[in-house]
Structures are given as structure tokens and as C-alpha cells.
């Protein structure tokens, strides 16, 4: 055993799932692994738990976009009993990687992959131990000895010489449990199951808002499909006056999902790591934003669709922007999801790509892991112009989901209104919320809800909320920021009131969200260095470095990137 790495995996959900997999495939025996995971299953996490999901919630990726596993998704299915896939209208004979599935169903995919893989590791004769029900409450690195401690459930201490934090979706409570329809998010949904006889704020339209509508819709009426297998909603008698209210800073709806032709892995038109570390020490040690978008969305275009590439040549990335932007603004969010629909479909039928839509898509991704190189002002541009539409272009909205809002809204039980920047929340005690916003018209608005739902997804985490506080206590880790390229720049955001510091040498550093990790996502500490002790793969705390939450692309791409390391 001494000889042997001893290697702490916490949490076991599809992060915790890719890191063991990338063990396993070592063959190295030389190694002990320990996994700790907060409940009694591995592999399927929040999203894919009860945690998550109720039945009616579906995936947003296909079998074909999902990094290899131990069995594809396509076989798998086929040996799932007649019972289980009756009990989500499926036929195993006519499921193909191309289709979405229930997202119990597929958690219970990645369990079976995570015991396959368990399986795998006995033969090879790698040494692990899993810890179920096991709530790591704190992290303890001992430099002076090379190793961590790790606590679990504020009494038991383990000690190992690396551990990789794989802790998943977190959303944390502020006024949930204390204002009664007041909920921080919507899940676990179980607790959506309301049958409501008045409107509903729900706060966001992203992927985390459907999850809310494909709950609340079935508590309060019925869908139906008439002759020609077009979807009707009929709202229940006692829930007269139910209806869902989506309040959205830029009034659209998300993307529907349509043919993918590349996995994001497999693209080969994107930059290597190489050119992009050639290009950043040529650029003064920072990534352009510019730069990127033309060499890994411009270009890859221009052979593809040349046509499109006629009309965004010229253009720089906060006028493609507003172009896109201004389509959308132009057209009533649910025209545009029919007509988006109509375009899915025939990108399916006919197995071809939008293509523009799906290199915005490769383009986040890509742009993903060298962000933390971002100049500030590089960074700020891109949350405030790419950002916002990355995220409703790629949030690819399965048919089904599209064509559940459609009804909804033909119905007259679902509608959208455009807050903007400055609107606010305010919780009520009694109950619900007051929603504050400025209406099209320019005319203040202050109303009132029963209940309200915040579903702007799974939010970028401040550095004070990282969860382990001896790391914190010991600035083992350290706040994640960017430095900016302009002084003068430094200082017109420091005099902005927006979150910047200056260091001894005069530079200015804009705080993002999170803790700092290095392009080996190991985590950083106060004085600059990295730990070669903790890895760290939960997003929610890494989000000022890592802007796109890419799920299961980004846990195989990470734990690719962590193996290196590990085993260097």
C-alpha cells in the first residue's frame, strides 16, 4: 500500500463517472481509489436523479453526441426490460443514437456504466473503495506531509495523496423553506408537483425553465394529440386560473435542437492547445477573443456554409451579435419557435446541420478551457454580447419540450415578458413574490405572484461559497481573476464600482466568479502556486475560468486533461 497513489474521487455522479473511467483505462494497479458520494447510487448525479428529474424531463443530448462509455447507448437500451421502457413509451426496436431519453432512464444508463467500469477495474486488479451515503463535509491539504485529509460526514477522516473534486450541480437556498411558493430553483421538481388556480412567475426561459413548465403543465391540465398528431393542452377545472408567466432579461426563448453533425471532440477544425499557447505568448500572455472567433467559428464556416460566410466576414463579434440578436428580437418568441421547429425538423428528416448554430456551439466549447487567458476586457465582452446568445443557441430544446410550449401557449396558459437588465425580485412574506421591471412601454411594473420558481439555471458560484473551509481558512485556494491588458481600462472599471484589484506592480485584475485552477485544473492558491494535491472538476465553483457548462463533453474533456497530470 505504500507504494500505491492513493486517490480521492468526491462525488459520483457523471463527473466522478468520466475521472473513474480514465483511472480504469490507466490499467495502472499502482493506484487505490476511493470514491465518496453523497447518495446511495453512482453515475447519475443531479440532473439525472430524482434530484434532477421527475418522467416527464428529458435529455437534451443523443446517444451519438455522449463521450464513449463502457456500452453505447444504443446497446444498453436494448437489454432495459420491456417494463421500464413501456413506463416512457419507448420501443427499444425503434430507438436509434439519434434520440433523446427520459433523464431517469438515463441516469440509470450511467449507473450501469459506472458498475461496468467497477467491474472492469476488479479484473485489472486496480484497488477502490466506494463510500455511499457519504457527505464530504471538508478538505485538509498537509503540504508538510504531500497529502490531504478528507472529512466526511464532520466525523470520519481519510488520507489520501490526491483527490479530485467532482461535487456536481449545486443550488443553494436563500429564501426557499422560509416564504411559503417562494422556490430558488426548480429542484428536486417533485416539489413543483402544485396544482395552482393562478399565474406563476417563473424567472428565465433556458433549459431550467422547461424543466419547471413540463412539471407544473401536468399538475395543473392534460395533453392531447388530435387526428393529425398536432399537441393540445386542456387546462383542469380547479385550475382555472393557472398560468406560467416567463420573465427573461432579452425576451427569447431557447434554440430547438436540430441534426448535429460533429461531436464536439471530434472537430478537427478547431485550434490546437499548441497554436492557442503559441498565440497567447505572442499576444502579451493573453487570449484573444477576436482571435477565437475567427479562427474557431469564421473559418470553419467558410468551408461549410460559404453563403452565411458572405454575410459575417466583415463582421466583428459584437455586430454578428446584434445581427443574430436582432432576428430574434425582430419575430414574437413563440413565431419563432414554430418556425425553428419547422427547421429542426427538416434538419433531422434530412440529417443536416444549421450549421452556424452548431459552430457557436463548438465555438463555446472551445473556448471553454483557455478562457482563464482572457484579458478582463476580453472576458467582460464576452459576457455581456456572446454569452447571452450562446446560451439560448445552444441550449438545443428537445422537439418534444418545443412542442409542450407551443401548446401551452395556444392554450393562453403560457406567456413571455421582456424584463431587462435592471428588473428585481422581491420575496413576499406571506408568500410568492412582487416581480419589478420596466415594461416595453417604459412604464414601471410592480407585480404580484402566489408562487414564483428561479429558473436562470445553475448559477456561477462567489469564492465565499466554496463549500470545503479549511481550503478557504488556509488560502489554499484563492479567488479567480483576470488581469486587464489597459490600465487605464483597470482603473475606469475600478472607478465603475465593479470588482477590481490592484497588485503591487500597478496591474488591475478583475474578480470573476469562483476559485482559481490552472489549465490542469489544479486549484491555485493565494501566492500564485498550484497544488499538485486537488483537482478540481465542479463547475459551479470554477465558472469565472470555465464560462460553458458543457456536461458530459466536459467532464470526459477535464478528466482527459486530469489523468495527464495524475499519472505524469
Known sequence: MKNKKRIAIIGGGPSG?????????????????????????????????????????ITNVSGNEIPPLVTSLNDWVKTVP?????KYHMDAGRFNEYKVLPRLLFGQY??????????????????YA????????????????????????????????????????????????????????PYPPAKLGLQLNHAVAIKGSSLTAVDAIRTLARHNGIFDKDQSGKLHYKVLDQSAGFKMVLHTRNGMLPAVRFHLEDSHLAND???????????????????????????????PIQVKQPEFYQQIKHMRLEEFVAAMMELRERLDPFQLLKAEYAEAEKSIKRKESVYWKEMLGVLSFALNYPAKHLSAEDMQRLQNSLSPLISIVIAYIPQSSSEELLALHQAGVLELIPVGDDSKVEPQEQGGAIYHYTDETGVQQAVHFNTYVDCVGQPHLAFKDFPFKSLLNNRTVSPAKLKFSSAGEGLKALNEGKPVTQDSNGDYYLTVAGIAINDG?????AYGAYNERIYMMAVPYIGGYNPDYSGLDFSEEASGTIIERLMA
Not at 30 to 51: H, Q, W
Not at 176 to 185: I, L, Q, R, T
Not at 270 to 289: M, Y
Open 521 to 525: 485544473f489544479q486549484v491555485v492558491d
Open 130 to 185: 466506494v463510500h455511499y451515503n457519504s457527505n464530504v463535509t471538508d478538505i485538509i491539504d498537509q503540504p508538510e506531509k504531500g497529502t490531504i485529509l478528507v472529512e466526511a460526514n464532520e466525523q470520519d477522516q481519510f488520507e489520501f495523496d490526491h483527490v479530485v473534486i467532482c461535487t456536481g450541480h449545486n443550488w443553494p437556498r436563500k429564501h426557499e423553506g422560509k416564504v411559503p411558493n417562494y422556490f430558488d430553483s
Open 110 to 127: 450511467l449507473t450501469a456504466q459506472f458498475d461496468l467500469l467497477q467491474k472492469r477495474a476488479k479484473e485489472i486488479g486496480i484497488e
Open 269 to 299: 477544425s478547431l485550434l490546437s492547445k499548441d497554436e492557442i499557447k503559441a498565440h497567447i505568448k505572442a499576444n502579451n500572455g493573453f487570449l484573444s477573443l477576436d482571435y477565437i472567433f475567427e479562427r474557431d467559428f469564421k473559418q
Open 82 to 86: 420491456k417494463d421500464t421502457l413501456d
Open 17 to 57: 463517472l468520466f475521472m473513474f473511467k480514465r483511472l480504469v483505462e490507466t490499467g495502472n494497479i499502482d493506484i487505490d481509489v476511493t470514491i465518496f458520494e453523497r447518495k446511495k447510487k453512482l453515475g447519475a448525479g443531479m440532473p439525472y436523479s430524482a434530484e434532477g428529474a421527475n418522467d416527464e424531463h
